[in-house]
Structures are given as C-alpha cells and as structure tokens.
C-alpha cells in the first residue's frame, strides 16, 4: 500500500521533479545517502553486509540486463557498514563511466588536495565520493578529476574541487569529522556539484539557482544520485530563502561587490558564511581581483569579517533569467 504524499515546505527533490529513468551514463548508479553520515575509515567491500543493499526498480535492472552487466544495487537509507555504500556506488559509477571514476582517479584526486592544505576528512570523503565526471558534458569528463573549473554552459563554470573543498572546509573549521554541518544554504547551483558534496557534509542542504536551463540542468544531474537531504529551487539567489531560514552556513558561488544583507539577515547566530568578494582597486587590489571572505555572525547586529586568499569567480547577479 502507498503512503499518502505529506504535502510540505521546502519540497524535496523529488517532490518537484517528474520522476524518469535514469539517463544511459548514470543508469544502475546507487544512491550516496548512506554516505553521508558514515564514518571516516573505509571497511573493505567484503564486509559488505548482504542485506545492506537493495536493488533499483525493475527498470533500471532490465537495461543493466540488456547491456550484459550484472545489475547494478542502490543503498537505501538504512544502516550500512562504513564506507560499503561508498565502495558499491564507486565501483558502479566507474561501470557506468567509461573508468572515469575509478578509485584510482578519485584517491589521486584527494591526495592532492590533502596535499595542498585540505585536512577535514568528511570533506575529503565527499569529494572522492561525488562522481564529478556526470556534472560535465562528455566532452570534458576526461578532465573531471582534474583540479580545474570547467564550463557548464551559460557563461558559468563547474568550481575547481580544491576551491569546493576548502570552502566547505571553513564552514566545517572547529568540528569533528562525525558531526555534519546543520542547514547550508548554498547561492548558485550550477550543475549541481557543489550540493552533492555538501550533501555528504551536511544535514540539509537547500541551493537556488538563478537561471533556468542551469537550475534544469542540476535537477537532472542530481536525480539518479537521490539525495533526500538536498532542495533546489530556482529564483534570484541574492534574495536568499527566507521561508527556509536561519541557516546555519551559507556559502556562495559567485562574487559581487560585497556580501547581500538579505544573506546576513538569513545566517544564524554562530553560523558562517563563506563568499568570494570583489577587492576595490582603491584597497591596493587591482580591477577584477576577488577574496575569499568569511562572515562570521556574533550576535543579532555584529558580524566578523576574516578575509583570506585570492580566487577567481562568475559575478554574483540578480533577478532570473
């Protein structure tokens, strides 16, 4: 018997989204929910238990079938072994990849940014969780696990990984590795990367997306991965989400001149927000030249302002298109 539908706000993804087989590339990929609260060591698949996994709709298993391959199993949010959703979502997305997922690729990937300064191991999980390579156009995937922004279309990119984790990374400073960040608002969802990998290092995540085809784009990109804890919405990303609010963390993916008060207003007590910022040329900074700025709120009207490294990214804008 069907459970009647609970009507509520913000929907889920897939509450708003017309349910459709999973597209060639990503058919037979499980689910990653169970991975985002596993714990940091990585048990060997073998001590997988069998009843851990679930196998995807009929339809999914019957093109598996048709293809020759062994049809792929999906993690449902029940309790797993650490890192078995992990290691059986690897291995399917390397099937369904053409090898670009392998776990050789993604442990490059994370060495390098362990190597370059990332120390969180819940964010160094979820980048090597997300397979990167589904966000991009086939033409680029051969460039997926490389630290480089990519084009998306629309005059946007898909961030550099190092950028998407050390981000993450300063909304997560001072917590252990087994506690998640609360409710994350993120501005700009572009392909949909960025949500999938706080998606891992968070409770909740709600995104918005101000152009149309980009915010179409992620909803189709994120569906077979079936995040319950990631809402999508498509509006003007300055106004933030004020129906949703407060918001624990609220990271940004484009940069203006300064930081919306609308987002200050919507950030918790105690939270964080992270944001990419222009420098004024008159500030010993020349013309095009973007910071990274964290905001830290102290109390209902004092805010601390840390600025930190030199970035480069898409300009923050208003309204939809």
């Not at 009647?4 to 590339?25: C, I, N, Q, S």
């Not at 792929?72 to 053409?98: D, K, N």
């Not at 152009?211 to 804890?229: C, D, F, M, S, V």
């Amino acid at each position: 018997m069907t459970t009647p539908r609970r009507t509520r706000f913000p929907l889920p993804l897939d509450a708003v989204v017309e349910r459709k087989p999973a597209p060639e590339r990503t058919a037979g990929m499980p689910a990653i929910d169970a991975a985002r609260k596993a714990a940091v060591p990585i048990v060997p698949a073998a001590q997988t238990p069998p009843n851990a996994l679930k196998p995807l709709s009929s339809a999914i298993t019957a093109s598996a079938m048709q293809r020759g391959r062994k049809p792929a199993l999906s993690s449902t949010p029940q309790p797993v072994a650490p890192g078995s959703a992990v290691e059986a979502r690897t291995s399917a997305a390397t099937a369904g990849g053409g090898g670009m997922a392998s776990d050789r690729a993604r442990g490059a990937l994370t060495a390098r940014l362990r190597a370059s300064g990332i120390r969180d191991e819940r964010v160094l999980r979820a980048i090597g969780t997300v397979p990167r390579h589904l966000f991009m156009e086939p033409g680029l995937a051969s460039q997926a696990y490389e630290d480089a922004a990519l084009p998306i279309g629309h005059q946007q990119t898909i961030s550099k990984p190092s950028v998407v984790a050390r981000m993450i990374e300063l909304l997560r400073e001072g917590l252990p590795p087994d506690q998640p960040l609360a409710r994350v608002l993120e501005i700009g969802t572009g392909c949909g990367y960025q949500a999938a990998v706080l998606s891992l290092a968070a409770e909740e995540v709600f995104s918005i997306e101000r152009i149309r085809p980009l915010h179409e784009q992620a909803k189709a990109n994120l569906r077979p991965l079936r995040l319950p804890n990631v809402r999508l919405h498509y509006g003007d990303g300055m106004l933030g989400l004020p129906q949703a609010a407060p918001f624990s963390s609220i990271i940004l993916a484009a940069a203006g001149m300064e930081v919306p008060e609308a987002l200050l207003e919507q950030l918790a007590i105690g939270g964080r927000l992270i944001a990419p910022v222009a420098v004024p040329a008159g500030a010993g900074g020349q013309g095009g030249a973007q910071q990274l700025l964290l905001i830290e709120r102290l109390n209902r009207h004092r805010f601390h302002r840390t600025a930190l490294e030199a970035v480069f990214f898409v300009p923050l804008k208003s309204g939809t298109i």
